[in-house]
């Protein structure tokens, strides 16, 4: 006869988690670390960019630099004549700028104080040149900051193309031969145009 077979024994039920003791702390979830880290880094960006210098301007690669000039004339946004050939003898900054744009906004200023301590009949003059914008809304944005020097529309953006210029502000400084001595990429300021055409006078000398 064959044996009988005995069924195995059910396995013990696993036991239960022991409550935790009296007094002691709870355990904090992973996922309440996580977003608390995250707001802490978020408000340190927040004061790092509100408390971080401006930009400024740098100088950048062109290939019109020790170049004569490409010809800058036209109508300006008072409805004058201008015409850069008129102004050899001085220096000229050539200034790309756009009233929607952020750091134009920033370096206006800069260029107000340029303005009025370059008045002389020698003195370095400055010239805008309307990028991508309207004549009454880059009328308003010089008006706003009281820049009065001339500043010509580029209704087809043939200057921007003459000069290379793909964003504003972007800011050229012509020699008093009509030649290219710098190019100047992001807001800039009146010390950094005064030292730049400083560099470029004493070169000469």
């Known amino acids: 006869m064959t044996a009988v077979q005995q069924a195995p024994?059910?396995?013990?039920?696993?036991?239960?988690?022991?409550a935790p003791a009296a007094g002691s702390p709870r355990r904090r979830h992973p996922a309440r670390w996580i977003a608390g880290g995250v707001l802490v880094v978020g408000a340190a960006l927040v004061v790092l960019l509100a408390t971080?210098?401006?930009?400024v301007a740098?100088?950048?690669?062109?290939?019109?630099?020790?170049?004569?000039?490409?010809?800058?004339q036209g109508t300006t946004?008072?409805?004058?004549?201008?015409?850069?050939a008129a102004l050899r003898g001085r220096?000229?900054?050539?200034?790309?700028?756009?009233?929607w744009c952020a750091p134009c906004q920033e370096e206006?200023?800069?260029?107000?104080t340029f303005a009025d301590h370059h008045r002389g009949p020698q003195d370095a003059a400055l010239v805008g040149v309307v990028f991508d914008d309207t004549a009454s809304?880059?009328?308003?944005?010089?008006?706003?900051?009281?820049?009065?020097?001339?500043?010509?529309?580029d209704p087809g953006g043939a200057l921007a193309v003459d000069y290379g210029v793909r964003a504003p502000p972007e800011t050229f400084i012509v020699s008093p031969e009509g030649v290219v001595v710098?190019?100047?990429d992001g807001p800039v300021t009146a010390a950094q145009l005064d030292y730049w055409i400083a560099q470029a006078a004493g070169a000469d000398t």
């Open 137 to 153: 809304d880059a009328r308003s944005f010089m008006a706003g900051d009281g820049a009065d020097w001339p500043a010509l529309s």
């Open 108 to 112: 206006e200023p800069g260029l107000v």
């Open 91 to 99: 220096f000229v900054v050539v200034n790309f700028f756009a009233s």
């Open 182 to 184: 710098a190019h100047l």
């Open 9 to 18: 024994a059910p396995a013990p039920a696993p036991a239960a988690p022991a």
């Open 58 to 72: 740098t100088e950048a690669a062109t290939p019109l630099l020790g170049h004569e000039a490409p010809a800058l």
């Open 77 to 84: 946004l008072t409805g004058q004549r201008f015409d850069l």
């Open 52 to 55: 971080r210098a401006p930009e």
